[in-house]
């Protein structure tokens, strides 16, 4: 089946992708699979079967940002006063976090950071990140540039 030969030629990318916007291992393995379980659910309403992986791409950046938009609201309600204990969050992304590279793209606007990632990791053009994000190839220069530019900022501080 197609799905099946999508899904072992590509998951392991998409979840490096996943876990470079989500900044969580279990949490990109879940958004993957979910994206995965969709386009299986859509794949003979597809128009286009070769551009499925751009479907999958686009559903995995979707995915994580409800992730990352449920994390928020999550975090604004959660119990204040707790005692700080480290997440388990941090030990799942802790080899990730050793990068000074990973670690100032983790302090980019989600937008810019999507850019980067898709662009620069992903090795996407503009036009295929326009669409995995659902703007403009125009926007996609602009959260590029400024996203390269806030990095080169926080990586010469770093050094």
């Known amino acids: 089946m197609a799905v099946t030969a999508l899904y072992s030629a590509h998951y392991r990318s998409l979840v490096r992708l996943a876990v470079l916007l989500v900044?969580?291992?279990?949490?990109?393995?879940?958004?993957?699979?979910?994206?995965?379980?969709?386009?299986?659910?859509?794949?003979?309403?597809?128009?286009?079967?070769?551009?499925?992986?751009?479907?999958?791409?686009?559903?995995?950046?979707?995915?994580?940002?409800?992730?990352?938009?449920?994390?928020?609201?999550?975090?604004?309600?959660?119990?204040?006063?707790?005692?700080?204990?480290?997440?388990?969050?941090?030990?799942?992304?802790?080899?990730?976090?050793?990068?000074?590279?990973?670690?100032?793209?983790?302090?980019?606007?989600?937008?810019?950071?999507e850019a980067l990632v898709l662009r620069y990791y992903g090795d996407l053009s503009e036009a295929e990140i326009a669409h995995a994000m659902g703007i403009s190839k125009g926007a996609v220069k602009s959260h590029t540039a400024r996203g390269m530019a806030a990095l080169r900022m926080a990586l010469e501080q770093f050094s």
């Open 23 to 113: 900044r969580d291992v279990a949490s990109a393995e879940e958004v993957v699979q979910d994206a995965f379980v969709a386009i299986h659910g859509a794949w003979r309403r597809l128009r286009d079967t070769d551009k499925a992986l751009a479907y999958l791409r686009q559903s995995v950046v979707n995915r994580s940002r409800s992730v990352l938009r449920h994390r928020a609201v999550v975090e604004k309600y959660a119990p204040k006063g707790l005692p700080d204990a480290p997440s388990a969050e941090s030990g799942a992304i802790g080899e990730l976090e050793r990068s000074a590279v990973i670690e100032a793209l983790r302090h980019l606007p989600t937008r810019q950071r």
